[in-house]
């Protein structure tokens, strides 16, 4: 059973447009990841939140961790073919050293 | 610095036959992971392992087996395939400070077929 699902499963956009996604949980978390996985390739970090309610910025893409630490959400600006790509969200628990992956949203943005 | 290396990068087994893929990480993690990943799912964790001779059950653990002898080597063998092993298997190993994992640095895959 995962621990964490991942909104939309899919998502096909045009270039420009703006989307979210979404990583919920129904435990709380000491820390999150996001990752972006290539076709044949390993997962690669993008960012880490830790405190409630953060917000963090790279480039055209936000994230935000839920206040009660059980969710989290990615939105890119502006999407770009280049941010093609599968996203997963990554839980480190407080009780527990295993490092669990959420469901994916897999993202197709065409030019 | 090759970071993560997993070999064999592909492999075709028979039902009922055994292997071993190897993940050899230089960057003197502690923490070393095996996923597999289906098509259209995330990555389920099958085993892992927070120190030299050390493993734990992940997920899915049924059907595989670890070890960690050295630090820097993660084997994970599967005794007896089964078509469900069929899969794309990936390896990873991170560090930790207090409660927080850090970035999780993962090989290029496995393609494990098993007919």
């Known amino acids: 059973t995962q621990l964490l699902e991942q909104s939309p499963q899919f998502l096909s956009i045009q270039e420009g447009e703006n989307l979210t996604v979404y990583c919920n949980s129904s435990s709380v978390f000491s820390s999150l990841q996001w990752y972006r996985q290539e076709p044949g390739e390993g997962p690669v970090l993008l960012v880490t939140?830790?405190?409630?309610?953060e917000v963090k910025k790279l480039k055209r893409l936000t994230f935000q961790f839920g206040d009660a630490r059980k969710d989290s959400s990615l939105h890119i600006t502006a999407a770009q073919p280049g941010d093609t790509g599968l996203y997963l969200c990554a839980l480190g628990s407080y009780n527990t050293d295993k490092l669990i992956f959420g469901t994916g949203t897999r993202l197709q943005v065409f030019p | 610095n090759a970071g993560v290396t997993q070999t064999p990068k592909f492999r075709v087994l028979k039902t009922g036959q055994s292997m071993t893929l190897l993940c050899a990480q230089d960057m003197n993690h502690e923490y070393m992971y095996w996923y597999r990943q289906d098509p259209g799912m995330g990555l389920r964790l099958i085993h892992y392992s927070v120190g030299e001779g050390t493993t734990a059950k992940g997920e899915v653990p049924d059907g595989y087996n670890v070890s960690r002898l050295k630090k820097q080597n993660f084997l994970l063998g599967l005794e007896s395939a089964a078509p469900s092993q069929t899969s794309v298997y990936f390896c990873?190993?991170?560090?930790?400070?207090?409660?927080?994992?850090?970035?999780?640095?993962f090989g290029q895959g496995t393609r494990l077929t098993v007919v």
């Open positions: 939140v830790v405190t409630g309610g």
């Open positions: 990873a190993s991170s560090y930790k400070t207090g409660l927080m994992n850090t970035e999780a640095f």
